[in-house]
């Protein structure tokens, strides 16, 4: 049996994968292995695969973690929600203020500083500090705590926060903006003694 961990909302997409009995069509045995917190998974041979943002896999490969990426499963297009906090009611009232992302330089930290541009903002410049607070959920708990005051989140997580007088001050869905796509990582190991293996999980 394959270890496959995931990250975030990639979770959401696998676990409706081993529902629809994908893997199992392709004769692959998988067990699913969310990974919360600000940790990214390391791949290893009990743990040989991995979805992850393609940021975070080139992250881990800039660290010296051996991996190969086999395939994506988006087109990167964004059509997250920048929700912010009921004292928000403009891009300035962002200015000194601290958003939420999984961690530095990985995907949803790429699409929160895109999201800023798309309102005129730079984060170094208006001293806007985005930080790593692990995955989607963590997020969501650390805005409603008080601990930052927006986050760029999926349509669902900005619904029920709308419902507890949050905002959704911008709406990434119309301004056609491509950020990072995910990616599906092996090691090198597996993907040089188990290619059947490698291509079950990577075909369409």
Not at 65 to 82: E, K
Not at 138 to 166: C, F, N, P
Request: overall charge negative.
């Amino acid at each position: 049996m394959l270890h496959l961990g995931a990250v975030g909302l990639s979770t959401i997409v696998l676990h409706v994968a081993y529902r629809q009995g994908f893997f199992k069509s392709h004769s692959v045995n998988i067990q699913l292995v969310p990974v919360s917190g600000t940790t990214i998974p390391e791949l290893t041979d009990d743990d040989p695969v991995g979805h992850i943002g393609a940021p975070a896999a080139i992250l881990k490969a800039a660290r010296g973690s051996q991996l190969r990426m086999v395939a994506a499963f988006d087109s990167g297009q964004l059509f997250n929600h920048l929700i912010v906090a009921p004292s928000i009611n403009k891009p300035e009232d962002l200015k000194g203020k601290r958003l939420g992302a999984r961690v530095k330089g990985a995907a949803l930290w790429i699409h929160t500083v895109l999201a800023l541009e798309q309102l005129g903002l730079d984060p170094a410049k208006d001293g806007i500090e985005i930080l790593p607070i692990g995955d989607p959920i963590k997020v969501m708990q650390a805005l409603e705590a008080g601990q930052i005051e927006g986050a760029v989140l999926s349509s669902a997580q900005t619904r029920q926060l709308v419902g507890k007088g949050y905002s959704v001050l911008l709406d990434l869905s119309p301004y056609n903006v491509y950020g990072s796509t995910d990616a599906l990582v092996v090691t090198p190991r597996l993907a040089q003694e188990h290619p059947d293996i490698v291509e079950a999980l990577s075909s369409e």
